[in-house]
């Protein structure tokens, strides 16, 4: 649940007792919109204590448990000597911590956190109140692991990558402090913290999960809800400045093809365009206009962004099951009193729902750029200047408009489209064959946020071109209708019409920064 808070009048609050978590609080989180806080409901504590007091009887009766007692892996079979158990977990984190490539931006980094806490929240873990209260302490402190982001195959889990949140933890490796990066042992000395030292088993529930790639589906889903919507706008300029067909979206029309989702974007185009709804009295389409059916691009953006909101709700759905699941192994019932072994860390889901949206992604990338390709060619704009140059007629030998903005959204919409081969497939025999089937869960992640970037910046080309095109087709003599009219103007206040080339790199750049902030008011 999230709650106000009076001592942070600005920030809510999400209070941590193990029940479910929905994916806007992991992104509000990893912004800094919400504090974490546990629960101090007693029944919720005891829970947790539970875990590691069963934990403790069973050493104490010299049972056997695996990565308690045991080695890790393919050496499950190996007993560790009572005396060498406390250095066990401390070996795990540190023989892991060979992570390469782009380390995770804080935003990701804090997610990570936050997931791993929520799993561990469920109270099947073998963790105690004290693990929680560092890992919630971080987040409040904005004291975050720096995490590599290559090198875990998504089972067990996100090994690699969660070594380094153990092992800051532990006063180990380096922080993001407040933003700015250095050893973890400064941080924690300035505060007066000392090293956590992990209980048996504490270090195996940190890693042995999904974290990583939970937490990098949250955010990639709701860029994706976001896209979605600017795309939805992006087109209907386009359509405007094209001077396109706006029957194309007639609601009769998609009551006959009853996806939700598709739907919902022809209503919004509907809604965009100023066109007639079922009922209103207003003009009907032309029975022999000579815009009868413009090309698919626009025709049908409904039927392609559709997808992608339609696809939405199982997406929520397979992210929020693994957001809210318990998966590491083994899992510790203390009220029954078992030991649970099995694979819970298995990145399935996440790994498909990733791989799906990569592509649902893609697609509108493609789209896009198939809508500028047809505002820049005379052939196809219906009278608007050749690759939109606002030049005068004297200067337009000299300018060249958007050409290169063309050429460079085709190349971003083909990266993108390359990137579409699902990760999930190429599951690799690792760990002398223990680990002979993963799920590539983190990859397939990695993937959609760079598939989703280059998204972005296509949308943010093709945004600019748009309100260049809105803007040259008003400049003929017609009023674009009043939502579209209100947006040209918000981009505007970024933004400035192209009349002599310029380098537009600062203007893209500028675009991409505020595409969240730009996509989350439309259609609210």
């Not at 009572?82 to 892991?96: S, V």
């Not at 997610?111 to 963790?127: E, F, K, N, Q, T």
């Not at 748009?466 to 040259?472: I, R």
Request: aromatic content about 6%.
């Amino acid at each position: 649940m999230t709650v106000p808070t009076p001592e942070h009048s600005d920030r809510a609050r999400l209070i941590l007792d193990g029940s479910a978590v929905a994916i806007e609080a992991v992104q509000n989180v990893a912004q800094r919109l919400t504090r974490v806080v546990l629960s101090d409901d007693p029944a919720f504590r005891a829970r947790i204590d539970a875990g590691p007091a069963f934990l403790d009887r069973l050493l104490d009766e010299d049972g056997v448990v695996y990565g308690v007692t045991t080695g890790y892996g393919d050496a499950c079979t190996r007993v560790v000597p009572a005396e060498q158990l406390a250095e066990l977990p401390q070996h795990l984190y540190t023989f892991h911590g060979c992570g390469l490539g782009n380390v995770l931006d804080v935003e990701a980094a804090r997610a990570v956190v936050l997931v791993r806490l929520i799993s561990l929240c469920r109270g099947v873990s073998g963790v105690s109140v004290e693990l929680l209260e560092r890992l919630a302490w971080l987040l409040d402190e904005d004291v975050i692991p720096v995490i590599p982001a290559e090198g875990s195959v998504g089972a067990s889990g996100d090994l690699t990558p969660l070594s380094y949140l153990a092992a800051v933890l532990c006063g180990e490796r380096e922080v993001f402090d407040r933003g700015h990066r250095r050893p973890t042992a400064e941080a924690f000395a300035e505060r007066g913290l000392s090293a956590y030292r992990l209980r048996p088993k504490e270090g195996l529930a940190l890693m042995n999960g999904t974290a990583v790639m939970t937490a990098l589906a949250c955010l990639a889903y709701g860029r994706a809800e976001r896209l979605s919507r600017l795309a939805t706008r992006i087109t209907a300029m386009n359509v405007w400045a094209l001077d396109g067909n706006p029957y194309h979206f007639d609601a009769d029309l998609f009551a006959a093809k009853p996806h939700a989702g598709q739907q919902r974007v022809a209503a919004r185009l509907r809604q965009d365009l100023h066109a007639a709804d079922p009922g209103e009295d207003c003009t009907q389409a032309p029975r022999n206009s000579s815009r009868l059916q413009d090309r698919y691009s626009t025709r049908c953006a409904p039927h392609v962004i559709g997808v992608l909101e339609d696809s939405l709700a199982w997406l929520r759905g397979f992210i929020e099951g693994e957001l809210n699941s318990a998966n590491d192994n083994p899992l510790i019932d203390p009220v029954a009193g078992k030991v649970m072994h099995g694979g819970h860390f298995y990145g399935g889901h996440i790994a498909f729902a990733m791989d799906s949206l990569k592509t649902l992604v893609a697609n509108v990338a493609d789209l896009l750029d198939r809508q500028l390709a047809l505002l820049v060619d005379t052939r196809y704009n219906h009278g608007l200047p050749a690759n939109l140059s606002g030049a005068s007629a004297e200067r337009a030998p000299l300018n060249h408009g958007y050409k290169a903005v063309q050429i460079g959204v085709s190349a971003w919409a083909a990266e993108a489209l390359k990137l579409t081969m699902p990760a999930s497939v190429f599951s690799r025999s690792t760990e002398c064959h223990n680990q002979d089937k993963v799920s590539m869960g983190t990859i397939a992640a990695r993937d959609a946020q760079r598939v989703l970037t280059l998204t972005e910046q296509v949308a943010a080309g093709v945004l600019h071109a748009a309100c260049q095109g809105l803007e040259l087709r008003s400049a003929l003599g017609a009023a674009p209708p009043p939502a579209l009219a209100a947006f040209h103007a918000e981009c505007r206040e970024r933004i400035a019409f192209v009349s002599e080339d310029r380098a537009l790199e600062s203007d893209l750049r500028e675009l991409c920064a505020h595409f969240q902030a730009i996509a989350r008011r439309l259609y609210a």
